[in-house]
């Protein structure tokens, strides 16, 4: 697989950064002051988050394994929230994720990602009454 050229401007390619930033989390991003913005927007999201080979879902679950191995539940919780906002998976399958991460990064982390599930569910269940 080839790196895709770009040939954007940094206007564009802020643009398509935050196109891709407002996909993969279901909510609309606007630009941001900053280094650690620029980079997020314009390299994690504008190159890495839009290359070809894997869909934004399949590059969610690796991230929620990655995320739960290293104990990082509140980013954890934001990309499973995204998961269920953008219907890339279902609850049954998000708590199947943190069964089986369980065996592998432990007990502890997947039962705590389970948690973080559990909690989403809730506030989302929350907010469709209101």
Not at 40 to 47: S, Y
Request: hydrophobic share 40%; charged share 20%; proline share 5%.
């Amino acid at each position: 697989m080839t790196i895709p050229a770009h040939t954007d401007s940094p206007a564009e390619t802020r643009t398509r950064g935050l196109a891709k930033m407002s996909e993969v989390y279901g909510w609309e991003f606007r630009d941001g002051p900053g280094d650690h913005f620029a980079v997020t927007a314009d390299h994690l999201f504008a190159d890495i988050w839009s290359r070809p080979g894997l869909t934004v879902r399949d590059r969610r679950l690796l991230l929620l394994g990655a995320l739960t191995a290293q104990g990082l539940f509140d980013t954890a919780e934001i990309q499973v929230g995204a998961a269920l906002r953008n219907e890339e998976l279902a609850p049954e399958q998000l708590r199947e994720i943190a069964l089986f991460l369980c065996h592998y990064v432990g007990w502890p982390a997947g039962t705590r990602l389970d948690g973080v599930v559990g909690t989403v569910l809730a506030q989302q269940k929350a907010q469709s009454r209101s």
